[in-house]
């Protein structure tokens, strides 16, 4: 019964001519990055995914600047003073020079706790650095699609 319910599902959706929203946003925007300061592997992900959601030879054309912060705040801590658990907290300010000029800025956050192996811990953070730029550019495209509205 599960197997007929998910094939009658499955071709309803592919039948129904769904196309994802971000597919269609991507095709339309050209972002140049004029300059980029903060944290180094933030800055990366985050160039390396407007880069590839860029479109060249588009007529919307964003000029953005941005700065990114990175703090790991310590929660909690055990009762030999060792931390436990951490709150990482990402901030990025965009400036966009088009049309006309605006400011936008995210703050992402996550609660986790500490790992007693150091190297998964810092795979970890940077997994969650990749996926907090992923937000913000998500984020950061969806505002640059509104603005090439007006």
Do not use: P, W
């Amino acid at each position: 019964m599960k197997k007929i319910l998910m094939l009658i599902l499955i071709t309803l959706i592919y039948g129904c001519g769904y196309t994802s929203l971000y597919e269609e946003m991507k095709s339309d925007l050209e972002i140049n990055i004029i300059s980029m300061e903060g944290d180094f592997e933030i800055n990366n992900f985050i160039k390396n995914n407007l880069r590839i959601s860029s479109n060249k030879g588009s007529s919307n054309i964003h000029d953005i600047t941005f700065k990114s912060e990175f703090k790991k705040i310590i929660l909690a801590k055990n009762a030999t003073g060792e931390a436990t658990d951490y709150n990482l907290e990402m901030i990025v300010k965009f400036k966009i020079n088009s049309s006309n000029e605006k400011e936008l800025e995210f703050k992402e956050n996550f609660k986790i706790k500490k790992n007693s192996d150091n190297f998964e811990q810092t795979n970890y953070e940077k997994d969650i650095k990749r996926n907090f730029s992923e937000i913000v550019v998500e984020k950061l495209i969806l505002n640059l699609i509104k603005i090439s509205d007006y």
